[in-house]
């Protein structure tokens, strides 16, 4: 992890998944994700003016990852996704000029769950100062979810009062408009555990 001291942060901005393979190629890839990276943009550069880490989830997986045999289209086959070594485990182009700025981190995930990774778990635990998380990213039903709450259980359990935002401009999911139901239901759990759901006041 090339920052050396995280206890300087107060706020953390977290980017989940917005790699190749839900974006732009591969067997849960929708383009229609990419409608929300313009407020992600405008959401980082917010982030960088206040001094908050930046942080970039990126779903990678091995090809024989375990976390493929979930996934199946609609004949049954496994839908492999984000293997490394393709491409689609790489940050999309639109957001890769913010990948090597120095308020920002690449972690690696291999769950649908961004504190499952030992790297963010690492990164949380030294980050002591944290008081703020914003969150944005895809899939808003399964990993902004799933790392959000889990990270929420987290703060709980070593009695960190953090305030922590789920952006609703800023998030998306794939073949949202079939699986509405999905994400309606992902937004009122994360709404039960106390996180915020926030956008950009017109």
């Not at 067997?27 to 407020?39: H, N, T, W």
């Not at 490394?84 to 972690?107: A, C, F, H, P, Q």
């Amino acid at each position: 992890m090339k920052i050396k001291n995280l206890e300087m942060y107060e706020g953390m901005l977290i980017i989940v998944d917005m790699v190749n393979g839900f974006v732009k190629k591969g067997a849960l890839a929708d383009p229609k994700i990419g409608d929300v990276v313009p407020r992600q943009i405008e959401l980082i550069k917010e982030s960088n003016a206040k001094g908050y880490l930046i942080v970039l989830i990126k779903d990678t997986h091995e090809e024989n990852s375990v976390e493929h045999k979930r996934f199946k289209d609609d004949n049954g086959n496994t839908m492999k996704h984000c293997v490394r070594g393709t491409g689609e485990e790489l940050v999309i182009d639109e957001l890769k000029e913010y990948e090597n700025d120095y308020d920002t981190v690449s972690i690696e995930k291999n769950s649908t769950s961004f504190m499952e990774a030992p790297d963010f778990r690492t990164l949380i635990e030294k980050a002591k100062n944290i008081h703020k998380v914003d969150v944005v990213g895809c899939c808003t039903d399964i990993c902004d979810m799933n790392g959000t709450m889990g990270l929420a259980n987290y703060f709980d359990q070593w009695n960190r009062d953090v305030e922590i935002r789920v952006h609703t401009d800023a998030i998306a999911t794939f073949a949202e408009e079939q699986r509405q139901n999905y994400v309606d239901a992902a937004k009122l759990l994360m709404k039960q555990q106390g996180i915020q759901l926030v956008k950009k006041m017109k």
